[in-house]
C-alpha cells in the first residue's frame, strides 16, 4: 500500500471502525464430520453479520508463507510485512512490554553452558527454569560498562532480554551464538564503523557475564543474538488520520500496536476485562483494534474442542459490540492455527467486513469454505483491509476529479 496516497486521500468523518482478530482463528477438519474449528462452532452472532457482510479469505504474507503473529498484525495495520520487518531483539523488547526508546539496542540473549576450554556444550543451559533465569538476571544486571546503562529482563526458561541504553549505540552486529555445539561464542561484530563502539560495550558485557555466571553450572556464559533498534516508521494513526486504540491482554500484541503509534488502552487477561476496556473508551476513539488471544493457544496444544469453545465464547462478544453501533466491523484472525497441526499455518484466514455501505455477498455462514465463495475473494492480501475498511467509514476522499 502507498501510505502517500493514503495520506493524502484520507478525511475526518464521524465513524467509529472495530478490528477484531481472533488469534489464529483459521483451522482444518479434523474428524469424521469434516468441519473446521469454526465451522464447528455454534456463532449464531457472527453468522448472522456474515450474512450482511462481504465476506472472503485473506492472506498475511504470500501463498505458503506462514506468519508469526507479529508480521501478520503488521500486515492487518496496513504495513507491508516482508518490508517492515522487526529485529529480533526489538520483537523480545515488545514481548516482555519493555518500553523501548528509538536509540536503545535490545539483543536476545540464551544462557548456555560451557566447558572450561570455553566450547559450548549446551545452547541453552538445559532449559533452566524461569525461576532460576531470574536469578541470573538479577546478577547480570549488577554489570557495570561505562557510557552506558543496561537493562536486563527475564523472557522465559533460558531466553532474556538485554537493552543498551547510551549514545552513539547501533544494532548493526553480528550474533555471538555459534549455531552449534563444540564451538566457542563468537565475539560480536561491527556490520559498519557506525557500530563499533557498540562491539566493545558488547564485548565487555559478555566477559563480565562469563565471570559473573562462573559458578552458575548449567548456566555459566551468554550467547546474543538479534541485535536491533526500534524501526523509524510512519504512525498508524497519522498516515489514516485517525484515533486508533488497541485492546490486547498479551505483551507482544500491545507492543507491536504501541510500535505503530496506536494508544495501547490498560485492561485485564480476560474477554470480560476486554470488553469493558471497548466500552469505556468508546466515544473517544475512531479505530479500535481488539485482540482475543486464547483461541490461538488452544490450537496450538491441538485441542480442537477447546478451540471451538473459545470461538462460540468470541461469539457472544459480538453482540455486545454491535450494541455500540459501529459503522465498520471486520472479523477475521491474524493468521490459521489449526488444532490439527498444533501449530501456525500459511492457510489463508476467513475475514468478514460490515458496513452499512458494504455490497454483501451469498455467504451467510462465517466459516472457511463458506468465505471462499464471498465477495472478497479467496486470497485477499491482508493489508488491503485497512483501506477498505476506511473507506467504508468514509474516510477516503475521491482520487482525482
Ligand atoms: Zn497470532
Redesign the pocket.
Known sequence: MDFELIRSLNRPADTKMLLLVL??LGGLSIDAQDLTELEKAETPNLDELAQKSICGLHQPIGPGITP??GP??LALFGYDPVRYQVGRGVLAALGINFDLKQSDVAARGNFCTVEKNGKVTDRRAGRIPSEKNRELCEKLRKIDIPDVEIFVDTVKEYRFLLILRGENLSGSLTDTDPQNTGLKPVPPKPLGSEARHTAEIVEQFIDKARDVLAQDHPANMVLMRGFSQKPDWPVFPEIFGIKAAAIAAYPMYRGVSRLVGMDVLETGENLEDEMETLEKNWKDYDFFYFHI?KI?SAGEDGDYNRKVALIEEADAAIARIMKLKPDVVVVT???S?PSLMKS?SWHPVPVLLWSRYCRSDSVNRFGERACMAGGLGPRLPTIDLIPLMMANAGRIEKFGA
Do not use: I, L, N, Q
Open positions: 488469534d489464529g508469526g503473529s501478520s498484525h488471544k490461538d484472525g491474524d493468521h492455527t501456525h
